[in-house]
T-cell receptor, first 112, second 111 residues
Framework: NAGVTQTPKFRVLKTGQSMTLLCAQD?????MYWYRQDPGMGLRLIHY???????AKGEVPDGYNVSRLKKQNFLLGLESAAPSQTSVYFC???????????FGQGTRLTVV | EDKVVQSPLSLVVHEGDTVTLNCSYEVTNFRSLLWYKQEKKAPTFLFMLTSSGIEKKSGRLSSILDKKELSSILNITATQTGDSAIYLCAVEGWHAGKSTFGDGTTLTVKP
C-alpha cells in the first residue's frame, strides 16, 4: 500500500519554464490537497479537490493550476515558474473533510 | 483572517525531559484541531481533537483541547532523540479548504 506518492522528488527550473507535479493516492480518498511549505513556516494550501473533476482555490493559488481528471490523481501545474515559487510542495489526501490527512514525501522545487 | 500560532518556535531539550508545545487559534467555524509530526519529509498524523477537556494519548504523547481558551497543548514525556521533529498544529473548519496550519515548533532532543 503506497499511500500518497509524489513525483518528482526534486526539480530545478529556470524562471519562465513550466512543469507539472503529479500526486497519486491509492486509498480511494475523495479529498486531495496541494500545499507549499517555506522555511520556518507551516503548510499553506494552494488548491484542493473534493472529488474527481472538481478543484478549488486555497490560500495561495496564484501562479498555479490543478486538475483532477481521475480520482486517484491530482496534478499541480506551474505555467511560468518564478523564483518566489521555490519551495517544498506536499500533496495530501483524506477520506472526507475533517479526517486525518495522509501526506506524500514532498517535492523540493528550486526556480533559478 | 484565520490564524494559528504555535509556541515556542523552537525548543532544545535533553533525553528524558518532558516538553509542552502550545497551539492557539483564532478561526471562524472551528471544527477540529489536528497535530502532526514532521521529521525529514512528510507530516504524519498524531491526534485529532474536537471536544474540550478530553485528553488523547498515544504512548508518551498526549494532547488536550481547551475551546474556552482557544488553545491546545501537546505533551511529550521522557523525550527521546527520535522525538526530534517539527510539530505542526492545524485547525480545520467545517468545509474542505478551510484548514489553517501554524508555523510549527521545532523540537530537538539531545542525547
Amino acid at each position: 500500500n503506497a499511500g500518497v506518492t509524489q513525483t518528482p522528488k526534486f526539480r530545478v527550473l529556470k524562471t519562465g519554464q513550466s512543469m507539472t507535479l503529479l500526486c497519486a493516492q491509492d486509498m480511494n480518498h475523495e479529498y486531495m490537497y496541494w500545499y507549499r511549505q517555506d522555511p520556518g513556516m507551516g503548510l499553506r494550501l494552494i488548491h484542493y479537490s473534493v472529488g474527481e473533476g472538481t478543484t478549488a482555490k486555497g490560500e495561495v493559488p496564484d501562479g498555479y493550476n490543478v486538475s483532477r481528471l481521475k480520482k486517484q490523481n491530482f496534478l499541480l501545474g506551474l505555467e511560468s515558474a518564478a523564483p518566489s515559487q521555490t519551495s517544498v510542495y506536499f500533496c495530501a489526501s483524506s477520506l472526507t473533510v475533517n479526517t486525518e490527512a495522509f501526506f506524500g514525501q514532498g517535492t523540493r522545487l528550486t526556480v533559478v | 483572517e484565520d490564524k494559528v500560532v504555535q509556541s515556542p518556535l523552537s525548543l532544545v531539550v535533553h533525553e528524558g525531559d518532558t516538553v509542552t508545545l502550545n497551539c492557539s487559534y483564532e478561526v471562524t467555524n472551528f471544527r477540529s484541531l489536528l497535530w502532526y509530526k514532521q521529521e525529514k519529509k512528510a507530516p504524519t498524523f498524531l491526534f485529532m481533537l474536537t471536544s474540550s477537556g478530553i485528553e488523547k494519548k498515544s504512548g508518551r504523547l498526549s494532547s488536550i483541547l481547551d475551546k474556552k481558551e482557544l488553545s491546545s497543548i501537546l505533551n511529550i514525556t521522557a523525550t527521546q532523540t527520535g522525538d526530534s521533529a517539527i510539530y505542526l498544529c492545524a485547525v480545520e473548519g467545517w468545509h474542505a479548504g478551510k484548514s489553517t496550519f501554524g508555523d510549527g515548533t521545532t523540537l530537538t532532543v539531545k542525547p
